[in-house]
């Protein structure tokens, strides 16, 4: 029997004399469930919604389905780890990869990636856990081909923590539609992971926000920081392939960019406990996740330093990088620049007032002179001028030249 609940939901509308034909469901199925199981050689498969979240509105109703089992059932999650990669690949490829062409291109990502942990061990036993990371790693990329196992994991892991998520329609979804948008418009790399994701492509940028962002809190960061003519991510691109010609089309900084943002959305569990750690990512684990035989780790750490320090929606708590719809310091230090450079003379009359007003009842304080009149000559006392705001900008040749000219002069008549 599958989608119970659906057929609960529609149930309860038909009325059967004095009772309902959902009333007479449940009854039918408590007593199936007796019945087979005291049977020899006869099953019942019963499957329901896999949370609250996909329960149509209706989570009381999903719990009570679920107790009439309760007492005879053995649950049982149709795939479970790594077997959920087999799944991926029979759902949505129209045949399966060359075993030569999957071993090659694991071979190839393992080496890269297991180079870059063993470049982070410090311990003979660091580098030994390393060396069986990279084996487990070969493996998995091995079974998930043309796909990251990271992708997966972010989906399988993170996303589905998300309210609105469907664990397994929504995945498949934005699966296929990634790679209609790379058939269609080319780009593509040769696996497919959380920083290959086509973002360019408003089709697939909709598929992935659809459920993850459904109010839109994330159209600034999209907006600003990540696809678009001039975005922080792309002029890092930009710079870098005027650096580095072979960079050009490699897009680093749009790349690391794209994972972060994939590791944005939802949690991840601990141990398959109740603690689920907030959404973000490591450096190690978004490298690992990001380089490749195009990308070096070298680069991709040097791209993520200036994303750092570039982006106006990416936080780093100096553990996880997360992209997050509150502005962070660059953007609110953009926005007084900006707020300065309207109103350059108001902002300065408000500093020179401010300056004036803690210096309020010193004579021998002048702020700002804009000629060497405005300090007085022949006073039989010592003077203090500070100079103006502009001095502040020019060499420091410049500076003490202007300085010595007000010391020196006093407008056209002469010396002091």
């Known amino acids: 029997m599958d989608e119970v609940l659906k057929y609960m939901e529609r149930a309860a509308a038909v009325g059967v004399k004095e009772s309902t034909l959902q009333r007479q469901a449940k009854d039918f199925i408590q007593n199936l469930t007796v019945e087979v199981s005291n049977s020899t050689n006869a099953v019942m498969v019963y499957s329901l ?7 149509l509105g209706n989570v009381s109703l999903l719990e009570e389905l ?10 049982r999650e149709p795939v479970t780890g790594d077997e959920v990669l087999a799944v991926v690949k029979r759902r949505l490829l129209g045949a399966e990869p060359s075993p030569e ?11 890269v990636v297991g180079g870059f942990w063993r470049a982070r061990a410090e311990t003979p036993s660091a580098k030994q856990d390393a060396e069986e990371q990279m084996v487990h790693f070969r493996g998995r990329m091995q079974a998930a081909y043309p796909f990251h196992p990271a992708l997966i994991d972010v989906m399988n892991g993170r996303w589905t923590s998300v309210d609105g998520f469907q664990r397994t329609r929504g995945a498949l979804r934005f699966l296929a539609t990634c790679l209609h948008a790379l058939k269609a418009k080319g780009g593509a790399k040769p696996v497919l992971g959380p920083a290959d994701i086509p973002v360019n492509d408003p089709d697939v940028l ?71 750690l907030p ?27 200036d994303l750092r320090n570039s982006c106006l929606y990416l936080h780093f708590d100096g553990v996880r990088y997360c992209f997050k719809k509150d502005p962070n310091v660059t ?3 953009e926005d007084a620049e900006q707020e300065v450079a309207r109103d350059p003379d108001g902002i300065r009359e408000r500093i020179k007032e401010m300056l004036e007003a803690r210096l309020a009842g ?48 006093y407008g056209e008549t002469g010396p002091r």
Not at 49 to 55: D, F, P
Request: net charge negative; with cysteine; charged share 30%.
């Open 49 to 55: 919604q896999w949370s609250a979240r996909e329960a």
């Open 206 to 276: 909709r598929a992935m926000l659809k459920d993850l962002d459904p109010r839109q809190d994330y159209a600034p960061v999209i907006t600003h920081d990540l696809p678009g003519p001039n975005t922080r991510a792309k002029r890092i691109d930009e710079r870098m392939a005027k650096e580095t010609p072979a960079l050009a089309n490699v897009w680093p900084a749009l790349r690391l960019a794209t994972a972060i943002l994939a590791y944005s959305f939802g949690g991840l569990k601990v141990n398959e406990g109740e603690e689920v």
């Open 66 to 75: 679920d107790k009439l089992t309760s007492r005879k059932d053995q649950v």
């Open 362 to 409: 010193k004579a021998d304080a002048i702020v700002w002179p804009a000629t060497s009149q405005d300090l007085p000559d022949k006073e039989p006392r010592f003077l203090v001028g500070y100079m103006p705001l502009e001095v502040a900008g020019k060499t420091n040749a410049q500076q003490d030249e202007a300085a010595k000219a007000v010391l020196a002069k």
């Open 101 to 111: 062409v999957e071993r090659e291109i694991a071979k190839t990502y393992a080496e």
């Open 331 to 333: 953007k609110l230090i």
């Open 279 to 305: 959404p973000g990512v490591t450096e190690t684990e978004l490298l690992a996740a990001c380089i490749g035989p195009d990308l070096d780790s070298v680069t991709a750490n040097s791209v993520l330093s």
